[in-house]
Nanobody, 126 residues
């Protein structure tokens, strides 16, 4: 079992930055691909960013490319999502997820992930 706990969400203004953290317990994250997803009210959960288990591959949704950066610190068993130049359309609950497969590619569909955190709210005001 893997427990994932997100933190770092909050209410910010457009143009501000936030850094989300996803801390894992139960198993080391170093063997897992990790992803960040988000879900806005009335919308489906969508892929935001992902990183392969070895950290060599990252992938981003077009809507966040150039503004968001995913990274991982395996020593701390934590994955981060640095979000810059936030926009009101970034408002959503953000979830981190773990993919148990040791893949060199990043999975972008929710069904490709095995464990999920409880989510953290990000609200961006205009």
């Amino acid at each position: 079992q893997v427990q994932l706990v997100e933190s770092g969400g909050g209410l910010v203004q457009a143009g501000d930055s936030l850094r989300l953290s996803c801390a894992a317990s139960g198993r080391t994250l170093s063997s897992y691909g990790m992803g960040w997803f988000r879900q806005a009210p009335g919308k489906e959960r969508e892929f935001v960013a992902g990183i392969s288990y070895n950290g060599l591959t990252t992938r981003y949704a077009d809507s966040v490319k150039g503004r968001f950066t995913i990274s991982r610190d395996n020593a701390k068993n934590t994955v981060y999502l640095q979000m810059n130049s936030l926009k009101p359309e970034d408002t959503a609950v953000y979830y981190c997820a773990a993919d148990l497969g040791r893949r060199l590619i990043v999975t972008t569909t929710p069904g490709g992930y095995d464990y999920w955190g409880q989510g953290t709210q990000v609200t961006v005001s205009s």
